[in-house]
């Protein structure tokens, strides 16, 4: 058995060892005996805590990254299976809580940092000039005006070459390419997802010279992310173990439809230890969500293993299945879960994924993260794009991390807006370029030095 | 197909020149497009695909075969920074082509699912030179007396002459650039040889051109003015094969007169081996994980391919 506290005996009972011993033990010289610690394999508490710390020490003391990632999942118990794409009512208020995470409406205010950080920017270089200029204040200002209106103007040129691209990827799929009739239950897989597929690869390509993060990323089709993490306190229930006092465990197991990793990681979005709101405390236990127990193997991966260089995740895109879809949704008089279905998706799939790239860099809930973990998120079903963005600011969301930690995860989404109205007759009809634009903002964010 | 190459030559009445046409040899040796730049990011998506993708150690041919495919084309895509007419291009999965020809009173046709397409809006200018086009009428195509031309293919009874694209009228990107092919079976007998995925290359690359063709030209068979060329890559995650299809003629009844060529380049590795799990003699690692014997010329000749008809 497995247990988190495993440790050999150390045989130090042979005579002939004995000539070794003087060069080997580290005694310092004024203490005669042992230290006296709890046991370590008796049951009672202090030996547990033992054990618990021992486990600790040998996490933190793991050479490699992938050896940590071995220790930390290596003990197997039953543990919650959380979906990010559910059916589950009210799933987003229930993963907030699982998650510590705050969801803030709206998307953040990326122009108003951009614009701070520009006279900042400005401001050092004017001092790290020849000589500090008593008019430095002056053109500060107007170098700030005229940087914002020529990143201002650049993009904007070219909106009608990105719609051009986005209207050419929709009728390609939907009206253009010959196609079989969708199969039953499967019609995501007939048109949303190729459509989805080809908009990403082709906006992708045709931003990269703006964003040089892009030229150096790695895009991924149907990856895997997985992240395990403890939660809270239980009672076991039934069994051998019954009785015990157990931490609460949960796995997300999650295939985003399209993924784009960078080697760079993106900038932090407001500071580490912002408060923007509450996470909703549930009283019930996480089986009444519903959510049901499995016990398997305890997985943590980004997408690609440890040794890739695009360690840090850029945007993931997901796809709404046909069981999801609105028009099931509006049938069975649950309206208000269309937005709960996109919000529970974002923001199980980003926590994963934002901890899951945190535990690559070597943070895990005892060796909290020194710096926030941002990545962003678009969800569709073809037609209307939900887009989040999460910052990761802890992961010590255990029993005893939690206690003192002030921070809490956040998560900013928008609802869902549809793309265009109908497609009809080799034509796109109603269009809408700010779900475009807010793609393409998306796309292009990256970190402040590039 | 029995005979492989040989076949697929006779069928489409289609002249072999062995390596790439010197269009696709010029961008290669051209210092300006610096292919030698994206070596680094090529040995990184060779290893994502062979090593890091999955949570095995090794993942399946069935997962990296297409993994390292599209971070190929992911690379390519993003050189539509220096040339922006790369954006004109649109590829597309699961379409159907439908040819029909008469090759010596036997009723030929290619249909189906085939690889993955590339479109683009402008076609591809016409690679080889107008006395070379001619001199093909020298040429004469190899027979393989005594196995029949038509041996190993599928006997149909076909109620309707087909000629199809697989798009609508007035799809902008209406010239087919490139097709890609990969043999990502896992078990060795499901996959094609390079001599059989060859040949099929070449089959479905003139489909293409053939219905292409019907479409711009008409139905009746003549020797076309302005020659279609289509492109393909085949590859089975490791081994790729290039080739260059240029239709000249639609009268494909007789076996003399102008022939269609065909330029291939086959059997290029991109790299010798991938060692997934370290190679352990005697508790002493003597082979680590990695990607051994990469060569960077099979990416700029699927580089080239690429860029081919806009550079």
């Known amino acids: 058995m497995a247990a988190p506290g495993g440790r050999r005996l150390l045989w130090t009972g042979r005579r002939w060892l004995s000539q070794a011993e003087p060069a080997v033990s580290p005694q310092p010289p004024d203490s005669f005996y042992p230290p006296i610690v709890a046991s370590a394999t008796a049951k009672s508490k202090a030996a547990k805590r033992r054990r618990l710390e021992h486990f600790k020490q040998r996490v933190h003391a793991a050479p490699s990254i992938e050896e940590k990632l071995r220790l930390y999942g290596l003990l197997q118990r039953p543990k919650y299976v959380v979906y990010p794409q559910t059916f589950a009512l009210n799933a987003d208020r ?63 040129l070219d909106v009608r070459e990105l719609r051009a691209l986005a209207c050419d990827a929709l009728l390609q799929e939907s009206f253009y390419q010959h196609k079989r009739r969708p199969v039953l239950y499967r019609s995501q897989e007939h048109t949303p997802g ?13 931003l990269c010279g703006r964003n040089p993060l892009l030229a150096a990323s790695s895009l991924d089709l149907k990856p895997e992310v997985n992240y395990y993490w403890h939660h809270g306190e239980e009672v076991v229930v039934h069994g051998h173990r019954k009785g015990r006092v157990d931490p609460v465990r949960f796995q997300i197991d999650d295939n985003p439809y399209l993924q784009i990793r960078v080697p760079k990681q993106l900038p932090e979005v407001v500071p580490l230890e912002s408060d923007l709101g ?109 887009f989040f963005c999460y910052q990761l600011n802890t992961l010590a969301l255990t029993v005893e991390t939690i206690q003192n930690n002030p921070r809490k995860n956040i998560c900013w989404g928008t609802e869902s807006k549809p793309l265009y109205d109908v497609v009809e007759d080799g034509s796109v009809k109603g269009f809408n370029d700010e779900v475009l634009l807010q793609l393409v903002r998306f796309l292009l964010n990256r970190p402040k030095d590039l | 197909m029995l005979e492989g190459v040989r076949q697929a030559q006779w069928l489409t009445k289609t002249k072999l020149v062995e390596g790439l046409p010197p269009s696709v040899l010029g961008i290669i040796d051209n210092p300006a497009h610096r292919l030698e730049e994206h070596e680094e990011r090529v ?269």
């Open chain 1, 94 to 156: 229930w993963y907030r809580s699982f998650t510590k995470t705050v969801f803030v409406p709206g998307l953040p205010p990326r122009t108003a940092s951009a614009a701070a950080k520009a006279p900042a920017a400005t401001e050092v270089t004017a001092e790290a000039g020849t000589a500090p200029q008593p008019g430095a204040e002056a053109p500060a200002p107007a170098r700030t005006a005229a940087a914002a209106a020529a990143a201002g103007a650049a993009p904007y």
């Open chain 1, 194 to 206: 190729p459509f989805l597929t080809q908009l990403v690869s082709s906006l992708a390509a045709s």
């Open chain 1, 278 to 386: 509450d996470v909703p405390v549930i009283d019930h236990k996480p089986s009444k969500l519903p959510l049901f127990k499995r016990q398997y193997e305890n997985k943590v991966f980004i997408g690609s293993k440890v040794a890739d260089p695009c360690c840090y995740g850029h945007t993931q895109f997901h796809l709404i299945p046909d069981k999801l879809k609105r028009e099931r949704l509006v049938k069975a008089n649950l309206e208000d879960q269309i937005e709960v279905v996109y919000r529970a998706n974002g923001i199980a799939s980003l926590f994963a994924w934002t901890a899951a790239q945190a535990m690559y860099q070597g943070f895990w809930s005892e060796a909290d993260v020194t710096r926030p973990f941002v990545s962003q998120a678009v969800v569709t079903d073809g037609k209307y794009f939900a």
């Open chain 2, 43 to 311: 040995k990184q998506a060779v290893s994502h695909a062979r090593l890091w993708d999955t949570r095995e150690p090794a993942p399946r041919r069935e997962h990296y075969c297409p993994v390292l495919f599209e971070d190929l084309i992911h690379i390519c895509r993003l050189m539509s920074m220096k040339y922006p007419s790369l954006t004109k291009r649109m590829l597309s999965r699961n379409y159907k082509i439908a040819a029909t020809w008469e090759r010596e009173s036997i009723l030929l046709q290619v249909r189906g699912l085939n690889g993955i397409l590339m479109n683009s809006m402008a076609p591809i200018p016409p690679v080889a030179s107008k006395e070379e086009i001619l001199a093909t009428e020298a040429h004469v195509l190899e027979t393989f007396y005594p196995i029949s031309p038509t041996i190993d293919l599928q006997e149909v009874n076909v109620y309707k002459e087909l000629n199809n694209t697989g798009f609508r009228d007035g799809y902008p990107y209406s010239h087919p650039h490139t097709l890609f092919f990969l043999e990502s079976a896992n078990v060795r007998t499901n996959r094609f040889r390079p001599e059989q995925l060859r040949a099929k290359m070449l089959m479905f690359a003139f489909g293409n051109a053939l219905a292409k063709a019907k479409v711009l030209y008409g139905n009746d068979p003549k020797v076309l003015e302005q020659p279609i060329v289509v492109q393909s890559v085949g590859t089975d995650g490791q081994l790729f094969q290039f080739m260059v299809f240029q239709l000249n003629t639609t009268d494909l009844v007789s076996s003399d007169g102008i022939k269609n060529l065909v330029w291939v380049d086959s059997d290029q590795n991109l790299y010798e081996k991938a060692q997934c799990v370290p190679e352990v003699k005697k508790r002493v690692v003597t082979k680590p994980t990695g990607i051994y014997g990469f060569q960077p010329d099979t990416f700029k000749k699927f580089l080239a391919l690429y860029l081919h008809g806009t550079v």
